[in-house]
């Protein structure tokens, strides 16, 4: 049986990455076991990393540019690999959060992503894609967490984080996950560019329910909306149906508790999972 090169397949993203770290390797004329001594990770792990069958995590992927003074070219290819992972469909918001004044989200039954902790991204994961690697579902995560850093820029975009209370009621990943989840919700309501509302139950339908909805005002002047399931989305720059969209997030908001009151209920639901967490 003919046996198929690694240079041969595609050369995406990950495969590139791999390729490098390899090449500088052997370079210094290291084996994978000296490298990971020099470095501080498992050997395997590297293996791994080289084949292209598992992404290096940004602490690895620095440690590594650091070490061969590879001038941040492993964390560049980390990025744009983990760029590449995301369905094509969520890539144009995925860019244009990068270059967005605002942001405005509603969530009918999850917590936004913006606004997801690690631990509670992580149980999504692993339940929405049964059957995929305990190193694959960490990539996921890890993009997930890196679309906060928009968070860290000079001037940071205004978000508005609307989410149905199931929300809050469903407990993702247990307990003390939910209790995570909702005191970084408090902690980044802090903040005075970012706001949180809740709608509640007693609100009963409204025009986004069963899914969930994201408005981006770029730096132009121009609007994106994304509409996503649990299967599928869709980017839409139709300025039509675009107004449309933002009708709608708009009459849910209006449905929606005052701020003070959201994060009161948000608060309450924590006091809740802390108790069970306890017992």
């Not at 495969?15 to 084996?31: N, Y």
């Not at 009459?251 to 017992?279: F, H, Q, T, V």
């Amino acid at each position: 049986m003919e046996l198929t090169n690694e240079d041969d397949r595609r050369p995406t993203p990950r495969i590139v990455l791999g390729r490098r770290l390899r090449r500088l390797r052997e370079a210094e004329g290291l084996s994978q076991r000296a490298l990971a001594d020099k470095v501080g990770y498992p050997h395997t792990y590297l293996s791994r990393v080289e084949r292209g069958e598992q992404l290096p995590s940004g602490s690895l992927a620095e440690d590594l540019d650091s070490y061969f003074s590879a001038d941040g070219l492993l964390g560049e290819l980390l990025t744009m690999a983990q760029d590449a992972s995301v369905p094509d469909y969520g890539r144009a918001i995925l860019s244009s959060e990068e270059n967005a004044v605002r942001i405005q989200v509603f969530g009918s039954s999850l917590v936004p992503g913006l606004l997801q902790t690690e631990e509670y991204a992580r149980a999504l994961f692993r339940v929405s894609l049964p059957g995929e690697s305990e190193g694959a579902t960490e990539e996921r995560v890890v993009t997930r967490m890196r679309r906060k850093h928009v968070f860290d820029r000079p001037e940071p975009p205004l978000y508005w984080g609307i989410m149905d209370e199931a929300a809050l009621r469903r407990p993702i990943g247990g307990p003390s996950c939910m209790a995570g989840q909702l005191r970084h919700l408090l902690g980044v309501a802090a903040s005075t560019r970012l706001t949180i509302q809740v709608l509640p139950f007693e609100q009963g339908e409204y025009p986004t329910l069963g899914g969930s909805l994201s408005l981006l005002t770029l730096r132009n002047g121009s609007s994106l909306a994304y509409v996503e399931s649990f299967i599928s989305g869709e980017a839409i720059e139709s300025p039509g149906r675009v107004l449309g969209l933002t009708q709608r997030l708009d009459i849910s908001r209006s449905k929606a508790l005052p701020e003070r009151e959201s994060l009161d209920l948000i608060s309450r639901y924590l006091g809740e999972y802390e108790d069970e967490d306890d017992n």
